[in-house]
């Protein structure tokens, strides 16, 4: 049945929705995006709002009867045309969408206009280049921006993973493309911020023009619950005093994020930990799950579905407040150890890119992170958004890029 939605209605994919008590079940996929098939496997209920297309559906209290292979609408939307196909089952329906995943969450509204300046530019594909390997917050993060984005800026966006090196190969494949604004780099402070300044790196902090921020995250330490420190922040220092270069962790790469925040523990509490650089956070959660490494920090789209689901345990996430999707875990600071550690996530591209380019970028993605679908995929995977124009970013990066490069140097001493 859903396979033959999908060739009546021309689409892509589909998915079957079972009305139950107001909201939408996703019962089943055909042909979806293994993002798609994640996040609705997370979060598989859909409460339409008023200016949905599927709460017209579902308003009424009254059963609703429409004839087999009937399009009861096709509303053209934000990410797609959204085409609901009938069937004999009282309000069950088929949604189907042409372009992207976006149009399963945003409000129907009509289709997106583009200006005669945004015809202009982009012209052609836009490549979102992911300098890290798949299973950690990048990547993920990536998934979403890319199947979101086309309705805001008139040109289909595909996410592009390059890892190696810890993001270098990522970094010099946009260096080595035209700076048109059609390449773009998903970069970090690690990357864009921090490396440059203290290794020698084929590219200097200048070589990027910031676009956007999109978000930050903390980072949050985490273990197993059987580890042999009982499953707290101070427990895990007092073994590692204990046990003098015992304590492996998993850790992203020199110098990564990870690296960084475990450092800053060493400088906080005095004790010493060892990591197992492994490339990425992927296979750093991994391989502490699989028990090779005794503990890890890291993003909580990556390591909040294991704490919410027992196979890890959080330590303490390094904010000001604890994270609204992981409440019960500490801050660090609660824990008596004093350290907040903010992880970004914004767009640079190469240093010559036009700036009415970087403009009509940075305005694209200012549209993409109020966009209600794209907010609800952020949600489900526990991130936020905290928007930063290609303005106030780069005041940002400046101040920052001094910030780390005196930490670094007095964490070195």
């Not at 993001?167 to 260096?175: C, F, T």
């Not at 978000?215 to 220092?237: E, H, L, R």
Request: one cysteine or more; glycine letters at 10%; aromatic letters at 8%.
């Amino acid at each position: 049945m859903l396979a033959n939605a999908v060739r009546i209605c021309g689409a892509k994919f589909g998915n079957l929705l079972l009305y139950e008590e107001g909201a939408f079940r996703v019962a089943a996929m055909h042909d979806a995006p293994l993002v798609l098939e994640e996040l609705r496997r997370r979060e598989p209920v859909i409460r339409p709002g008023p200016g949905n297309p599927l709460h017209s559906m579902a308003a009424p209290k009254q059963v609703q009867h429409v004839a087999d292979g009937t399009c009861l609408f096709r509303t053209p939307v934000r990410g797609g045309d959204v085409a609901t196909l009938g069937t004999s089952v009282a309000k069950r329906l088929i949604m189907t969408t042409r372009r992207s995943i976006a149009s399963l969450a945003t409000t129907a509204t009509a289709a997106l206009a583009l200006t005669s300046a945004a015809s202009a530019f982009p012209d052609k594909l836009l490549q979102f280049v992911t300098p890290y390997p798949f299973g950690g917050s990048h990547v993920l993060h990536a998934s979403i921006i890319t199947t979101a984005a086309e309705p805001h800026f008139g040109q289909p966006m595909i996410s592009v993973i390059r890892p190696g090196g810890g993001g270098v190969v990522g970094a010099e494949y946009v260096l080595k493309s035209a700076a048109d604004g059609h390449v773009m780099l998903f970069g970090d402070p690690n990357l864009n911020s921090l490396r440059p300044q203290v290794e020698q790196l084929s590219f200097s902090v200048g070589d990027f023009i910031p676009v956007a921020r999109i978000n930050y995250s903390p980072w949050v330490f985490v273990a197993k619950p059987d580890a042999p420190f009982g499953g707290t922040i101070k427990g895990m220092v007092d073994w590692a005093k204990a046990n003098p270069d015992k304590l492996i962790y998993s850790s992203d790469n020199v110098n990564g994020p990870t690296h960084i925040v475990f450092l800053l523990m060493e400088q906080k509490t005095g004790a010493k930990m060892w990591p197992l650089q492994l490339g990425g956070g992927g296979p750093a959660i991994a391989n502490l799950l699989d028990s090779n490494t005794m503990a890890y920090a890291g993003d909580p789209s990556v390591v909040g579905e294991h704490i919410l689901g027992g196979k890890l345990k959080g330590l303490c996430v390094t904010d000001t407040q604890r994270w609204a999707s992981l409440p019960n875990v500490q801050t660090c600071r609660e824990a008596g150890i004093d350290i907040v550690f903010h992880f970004w996530r914004g767009v640079l591209v190469p240093k010559g890119t036009p700036a009415d380019r970087v403009a009509t970028l940075s305005e694209g993605f200012g549209k993409l992170v109020k966009d209600e679908g794209f907010l609800w995929l952020m949600k489900a995977i526990h991130s936020n958004i905290a928007y930063l124009d290609h303005t106030t970013f780069a005041e940002y990066l400046t101040g920052e890029q001094k910030q780390l490069k005196e930490l670094y140097e007095t964490m070195k001493k």
